[in-house]
């Protein structure tokens, strides 16, 4: 289905368009960067690289936890994820699939985040979001806390425009919180961001998995006034996981042309997935959640991806870390599913995508 939205340039709406400084090795930040690259794939990281090859996916990295309202740590994420793998995901099992001799799948590195800078962070991922949405690539973001969807997201709506996305969204909470004492951007705000700006229609947003004792009755009525729809995790124990998500992607599919799909990795029960920043007891199985991954992406035009709020300090033996890289690899297999049975994975941007100035100068290039 096609809709006549009009292109909004989001970096202007949301402050993301100044010529901020990057920031290269030295002088970057120790935790940024691609060390390894996800499953090994090859790391293209220039705008041009990109462009002139045409990938069918593309990972990168969203280093960044200046948003976070509890516990920090998610600024590691990225990495933790790279390296959480014990292969390099030749052959899925579950789909029967082999992804890296279907798809043409890509590592481009991070965005240019530095400490201690929410809206300069934000600003660096939407442009290395669109950066790579304007190829016509999907993009997979590796967070990093919450708050990096509202960039992301903003990003790949820029880059689908005129037609529309939705999301699909897998948390213990809802995210639509009006502010975090008084930040705007922080990760208890990013689905509110979105929909205020315009970049997603509220009935075109679907969350799956909430729990515990936030947001209150009063951010439910916004919700509801704005026509989003949830899933209860306490529907998820009545009714089974498969059901929930089944009801979940029909919603989805009402309305929007593509998907966002954003998966905060506290969707998961705590005893599966302790390395992360707002811990939720009684969460989703591992298992229930690379099923519903790969029944979503199966079903869906996927626009773009997130898995965030991993926080390292926090994770025993990897495991929070290699669920999130299983969450990739899954969605990952199911995209590569879809091309080899002959259905298209990129998608042609309408209009020439303007992508901001990447800054005002360089620190240390020869570094």
């Not at 959640?289 to 300090?313: F, K, N, T, Y």
Request: a negative charge; proline letters at 7%; charged letters at 20%.
């Amino acid at each position: 289905m096609s809709h006549d939205h009009v292109p909004t340039d989001y970096a202007r709406l949301n402050g993301w368009d100044r010529p901020y400084d990057v920031y290269v090795r030295p002088d970057a930040p120790q935790y940024s960067g691609a060390i390894v690259s996800f499953c090994k794939l090859p790391l293209v990281e220039s705008r041009e690289a990109l462009a002139a090859r045409k990938p069918d996916v593309v990972i990168a990295g969203a280093p960044l936890d200046d948003g976070v309202s509890y516990r920090p740590g998610a600024r590691f994420g990225p990495r933790a994820i790279r390296q959480a793998s014990y292969n390099f995901g030749g052959h899925s099992l579950q789909l029967g699939v082999q992804p890296f001799e279907v798809l043409d799948v890509v590592d481009a590195g991070d965005a240019n985040v530095v400490p201690a800078a929410l809206e300069r962070g934000h600003a660096m991922i939407f442009r290395k979001v669109l950066e790579i949405a304007a190829t016509g690539a999907v993009p997979i973001i590796l967070g990093g806390d919450h708050s990096i969807t509202w960039p992301s997201a903003s990003a790949v709506a820029q880059a689908h425009a005129p037609k529309s996305i939705g999301i699909v969204h897998f948390d213990a909470h809802a995210d639509t919180a009006n502010d975090d004492w008084g930040v705007l951007s922080g990760h208890g705000a990013p689905m509110r961001r979105l929909i205020e700006s315009g970049a997603v229609d509220g009935r075109n947003f679907v969350q799956i998995g909430l729990r515990g004792y936030w947001p209150p009755p009063h951010i439910f009525a916004w919700m509801r006034e704005h026509g989003l729809r949830w899933h209860l995790m306490r529907e998820i124990e009545d009714r089974g996981a498969e059901a929930v998500v089944d009801d979940a992607i029909n919603e989805a599919l009402e309305g929007p042309d593509a998907i966002y799909l954003s998966i905060d990795i506290d969707v998961l029960d705590p005893g599966m997935a302790p390395g992360t920043g707002t811990p939720e007891p009684g969460g989703m199985l591992t298992r229930e959640l690379l099923r519903a991954i790969r029944r979503v992406v199966g079903r869906v035009e996927l626009a773009g991806m997130d898995v965030v709020e991993v926080s390292p300090p926090y994770d025993h033996a990897e495991i929070t870390a290699a669920a999130a890289h299983r969450c990739v690899l899954e969605a990952i297999s199911a995209l590569a599913v879809k091309k080899r049975d002959g259905q298209s994975v990129r998608f042609e941007p309408a209009v020439h995508v303007e992508v901001p100035v990447v800054g005002a100068r360089v620190h240390n290039e020869a570094g």
